[in-house]
């Protein structure tokens, strides 16, 4: 336990030294390891055209493949075709989220109407676009309410 204690420590200090750890400490569920693998992961996030192709790239979404304009949505990746560690410590962000007192109303009606492991996924989903965009504009994590018209 004082070994993983160290680690953590030697770890943060080096990330509070990059631009982006406090921006992904700031999004909800987000620990130091996770923020320091981010901050490698997304060191460039150019090399991803979007949010969407980063969460495939993790194994979050489904990949999406094709040419001449027709785009084929295919398969969420298998266990050998994505990279897993990333995957894992956003699925534990996720359940940190999920398990929380205060989460958003958004949330709670997905945990109200479908099974806990497929909200999981989908808030982890949620969770590595948001990280992304985080990236790639330089914004901390805010909250968006999404306004819909009263029909």
Known sequence: ?????ELETN????AKTLKHYDLFQSAL???????ATMLVLLCNPEVFKNGREF???IGLAPKSSGSDGKNFVTHIPKKYECNNE??????QCAHAICRSKHKSDRVSL???RKPKKVVIIAVAN????QLWIMAKKGEKFERRFILAAAQ
Do not use: C, D, N, Q
């Not at 336990?1 to 204690?5: E, F, N």
């Open 1 to 5: 336990m004082a070994k993983i204690k």
């Open 11 to 14: 770890i943060e200090s080096i």
């Open 29 to 35: 569920g987000v620990g130091p390891i996770t923020a």
């Open 55 to 57: 969460a495939a790239y």
């Open 86 to 91: 990333v995957r894992t410590l956003l699925v």
């Open 110 to 112: 997905i945990l109200a």
């Open 126 to 129: 949620k969770l590595a676009r």
